[in-house]
């Protein structure tokens, strides 16, 4: 699963990086992002036309659901069911988005407990991690627009810190994941589905990072730094 990630490229650098109309993106450097926060999106303008950046809960609620119940606040959805779980097929035809990201964090089981590791690229370039979105209306006139992040198997560089990996985008794929309008035809969903699979682990580095990542409310820059090693 993926259960942490940073976000701290500037506005600029998404705009230029997503293809963004506009740099006026809120956006603050985060190197902590926790589930059932608010994290940065991109996805389609209502008219298709544009892509835009949004604040969107990470924790997807599915429409039908009577509340936004933590059942249904889910962080992660299977690249391998996706496209046919009731909570996600609607969001996987329609309602499609890029997480941007500048690393993310998995832990390895250890005699010691679990030591956290930062995966990024090589050139600390950003990255999309694939997503689907939802708009939840309760009664109340409660309105909820959150996020889930696709997972699949880990690649080679992955596989011995943790068995899935969030899916990473080719910047030449954004168009495709994003699409215009529904995806419905088996041919459309066919290609969707080759896209969801483990990055190439060629140009991604993964190393050991503080503990202190394990607490959502440390957030500084301090975090994605290389654990140094005591000396013996």
Not at 50 to 69: A, I, M, Q, T, Y
Not at 81 to 86: D, E, F, I, R
Not at 175 to 204: H, I
Request: proline share 9%.
């Amino acid at each position: 699963m993926c259960g942490r990630f940073a976000q701290y490229a500037d506005p600029e650098t998404l705009a230029d990086h997503f293809g963004l109309a506009t740099t006026a993106v809120d956006a603050q450097p985060r190197y902590n992002v926790a589930p059932t926060q608010p994290v940065l999106a991109v996805r389609l303008t209502e008219d298709q036309q544009h892509r835009e950046c949004v604040n969107l809960r990470w924790g997807l609620v599915p429409f039908w659901s009577k509340v936004p119940d933590h059942r249904y606040s889910m962080i992660n959805a299977r690249a391998e069911t996706v496209a046919s779980k009731p909570a996600y097929r609607a969001a996987f035809a329609q309602r499609r988005c890029l997480i941007p990201a500048d690393a993310f964090y998995e832990w390895q089981p250890g005699k010691d407990g679990k030591q956290p590791y930062a995966i990024r690229r090589k050139d600390q370039a950003p990255f999309a991690m694939a997503g689907l979105w939802e708009h939840w209306e309760g009664d109340d006139g409660a309105v909820i627009d959150s996020c889930t992040i696709i997972v699949t198997e880990a690649n080679a560089l992955l596989a011995a810190i943790h068995d899935r990996m969030p899916v990473i985008l080719a910047p030449e794929d954004y168009g495709n994941w994003l699409g215009t309008g529904r995806t419905d035809r088996e041919t459309d969903k066919a290609l969707l589905q080759s896209l969801l699979k483990p990055a190439d682990p060629s140009g991604w580095e993964a190393y050991p990072i503080s503990r202190a990542v394990n607490r959502p409310a440390n957030d500084s820059p301090n975090l994605i730094e290389p654990l140094v090693a005591e000396a013996p």
